[in-house]
């Protein structure tokens, strides 16, 4: 997520009532997740484990629970709860904004667009031309959808990421600044759901065509002329590149990786990245090829066992 205009360092430490290090007149432009993190922007760490990638990461400021060595060129947020922290930036720069009418007033239609009845349109959501919206489809704040979109009957566009941390009075979520963003030509079928980022986008690439009863996780990335069958559900920041093939119940864990050109058959797990150019199959995930040779194997097991006696 980017500011609309740069703030001090000093700034944001009073925001969240922090102390700080660093230059008072340190230049903030933004806040991000480790993964899509930039110069200039926040990231948060609250965990010792993570405290070297968090401060050898790309972000000029972390927003840490211990104090620690500045590292040169950055600057530090210290925080006793970075987590409460970092939502709390969020609600500052990106608050909730309700919506009195069915399509929102600041909401852009391009020309040729068809709207269907029952369709929620939210705040500065943008749509291309030529698009047709179905009924019952519910579009968050501030997607965007490119040219000759199809998203059909019930499909929601940008809810909240599913991230949380377990306190002992029970889960706390980490709110959403993110969006969703679908480029064109990209069909998306009934009763699909797409989180937007935490504080970067969802995105899904040009030509890609998704079945009915999907679900997107948050942050996840989806290149361009994919296929993905019903009732496939991707975790939160996968990257799926260029012509991916996902047969249908498919399921992912987050931050991996499926290469382009792969083909991930019906009720894979797909538990670790994978490259591209070929077929997989299974839980956990393996070369189709090897896992059925695998399959064919155990199914001779009785006769072994027999001519043993």
Known sequence: MKFKVAHTLREIASIIECKFVGSETFPIFGMN??????????????????????????????LINKEVACPEGKALLISEDPFRDFNLLT???SPFKNSNNPI???????????IQPNTFIG????????????????????????????????????????????????????????RVVIESNVGIGALCTIDKGVTGDTKIGEGTKIDNQVHVGHDTQIGKHCLIASQTGIAGCVVIEDEVTLWGQVGTTSGITIGSKAVILGQTGVTKSVEGGKTYFGTPIEESREKLKQLANIKKIPEILSKLK
């Open 33 to 62: 997740e480790i993964h899509v993190v930039e110069p200039g922007d926040i990231v948060f760490v609250d965990h010792p484990k993570y405290y070297d990638k968090a401060l050898q990461s790309k972000a000029s400021i972390v």
């Open 91 to 93: 609600k500052y720069f």
């Open 104 to 114: 929102s007033d600041t909401a852009k239609i391009g020309e040729g667009t068809i």
């Open 123 to 178: 705040n500065n959501v943008e749509i291309g031309n030529n698009c047709i919206i179905h009924s019952n489809v519910s579009i968050y704040d501030n997607t965007v959808i490119g040219d000759n979109v199809i998203i059909h009957a019930g499909t929601i566009l940008g809810a909240d990421a599913f991230y949380y941390k377990k306190r002992p009075e029970g889960f706390d979520q980490l709110l959403s600044g993110g």
